[in-house]
T-cell receptor
Framework: GAGVSQTPSNKVTEKGKYVELRCDPI?????LYWYRQSLGQGPEFLIY????????DSGLPNDRFFAVRPEGSVSTLKIQRTERGDSAVYLC??????????????FGPGTRLTVL | EDKVVQSPLSLVVHEGDTVTLNCSYE??????LLWYKQEKKAPTFLFML????IEKKSGRLSSILDKKELFSILNITATQTGDSAVYLC????????????FGTGTLLAVQP
């Protein structure tokens, strides 16, 4: 596909369960970002990958959150022991190698996670 | 603490009106400011501003940055119902990673 895709588009789970959210970036984009957008708020940075490695995970709220990108393309955001406060839209974005000049981040449609 | 603040939080106008959306920021290692339009889920890129005083323009939308006063405005002239969306302001920070810090957004509703 031409753009960033994310699956599932919606995920409803129960408190305490484990969830995985998938992001398929634009082909050839080495940089991949995860953001979380709570209702009425702007997106909040979670983690950044350059290739296969997590170059910056300073936005992950706690150790229940983890993300991987084993082959430098598709990424999975994993949330353990979900809590109601984890309910949000999780956005993925990809770009060409970051640096100067700024390479635009292209966002996916997001996964809406609802924790009951 | 780094932050981006947008105002107003929401705005209702009629078709044909002109609107001005505001964005102020306090961010260390500022590089550039971006505006996005978010209609459903995926934010779509509008403008990137790096230098003060240089207006960026695309059709009915325009934007300018003031790096001395640390703010930016987004203007939309002759608004249409299709302009209804959340407009997000974001600042690039964090060195080489290009991670973004966003404001809360302005919800614009354009009534026929």
């Amino acid at each position: 596909g031409a753009g960033v895709s994310q699956t599932p588009s919606n995920k409803v789970t129960e408190k305490g369960k484990y969830v995985e959210l998938r992001c398929d970036p634009i082909s050839g984009h080495t940089a991949l970002y995860w953001y979380r957008q709570s209702l009425g708020q702007g997106p909040e940075f979670l983690i950044y990958f350059q290739g296969t490695g997590a170059a910056d995970d300073s936005g992950l709220p706690n150790d229940r959150f983890f993300a991987v990108r084993p082959e430098g393309s598709v990424s999975t955001l994993k949330i353990q022991r979900t809590e109601r406060g984890d309910s949000a839209v999780y956005l993925c974005a990809s770009s060409k190698n970051p640096g100067r000049p700024y390479n635009e981040q292209f966002f996916g449609p997001g996964t809406r996670l609802t924790v009951l | 603490e780094d932050k981006v603040v947008q105002s107003p939080l929401s705005l209702v106008v009629h078709e044909g009106d002109t609107v001005t959306l505001n964005c102020s920021y306090e961010v260390t290692n500022f590089r550039s400011l971006l505006w996005y339009k978010q209609e459903k889920k995926a934010p779509t890129f509008l403008f990137m501003l790096t230098s003060s005083g240089i207006e960026k323009k695309s059709g009915r939308l325009s934007s300018i940055l003031d790096k001395k006063e640390l703010f930016s405005i987004l203007n939309i002239t002759a608004t249409q119902t299709g302009d209804s969306a959340v407009y997000l302001c974001a600042v690039i920070y964090g060195g080489a990673t290009n991670k973004l810090i966003f404001g809360t957004g302005t919800l614009l509703a354009v009534q026929p």
